[in-house]
């Protein structure tokens, strides 16, 4: 009989304080919003079915938080990795896309229309963000699966192009909503897309969170 093929959620937190008002995050730590919490406590609920056998957790607190819940959900503790870590905006954090404009206008131009050139100072690049998500991704495919990674939107963002394929230039072109979930599959030697799921909060489902735009 065929074993079943190694198996990746990755999942983006639940809604965090500056996600609500429109800040960048980066590695900067805004806590969840009361709607994030649900998000969380939903997605414990729906991995209650899903057999997953390790947890892999970044060690910001808007990913922490959302862990926790489905680590108690599931009476399993989690690794924390901190190439799971957002990407960080080095001095935009914190900071709206209008008061960015003010101070940064042709980088956040640049950031629209070829984020793949963009380098934050004191921060990454995707380029960044590539490499550790490649190296943590080939290390927990060492371990026993289905594996669940709890993450943030350029990691997420960044898997997904890898998996279908595409160039870290259409990074814009893939919208990833809080509380959401990517199942990934193993082939070969590569991760392919398999489903995908708006979990969240009730009010924010959606059939297909991850559309390319």
């Known amino acids: 009989m065929e074993s079943s093929p190694w198996k990746l959620f990755l999942v983006r937190h639940g809604e965090a304080e500056w996600n609500q008002t429109g800040r960048y995050q980066g590695g900067s730590d805004p806590p969840l919003t009361a709607r994030g919490e649900a998000q969380a406590q939903a997605l414990a609920n729906w991995f209650a079915g899903c057999?997953?056998?390790?947890?892999?957790?970044?060690?910001?607190?808007?990913?922490?938080?959302?862990?926790?819940?489905?680590?108690?959900?599931?009476?399993?503790v989690a690794i924390v990795d901190d190439r799971l870590s957002e990407l960080a905006y080095g001095p935009w954090e914190g900071l709206t896309q209008a008061e960015v404009k003010q101070r940064w206008p042709e980088m956040l131009r640049l950031w629209k229309v070829a984020p793949d050139r963009v380098h934050f100072p004191g921060g990454e690049c995707l380029g960044d963000v590539r490499r550790r998500i490649r190296s943590l991704l080939e290390d927990a495919s060492a371990y026993p699966g289905p594996v669940l990674a709890v993450t943030h939107q350029a990691v997420v963002r960044i898997a997904l192009l890898e998996a279908q394929g595409e160039p870290l230039s259409a990074f814009r072109h893939v919208a990833v909503e809080t509380g959401s979930v990517a199942t990934l599959l193993r082939q070969g030697k590569r991760l392919v897309l398999d489903s995908l799921h708006g979990i969240g909060h009730p009010d924010l489902l959606c059939a297909n969170p991850f559309a390319f735009k």
Do not use: N, Q, W
């Open 51 to 76: 057999g997953v056998a390790t947890i892999f957790t970044s060690p910001l607190v808007r990913a922490r938080c959302t862990s926790r819940a489905v680590e108690k959900r599931l009476g399993m």
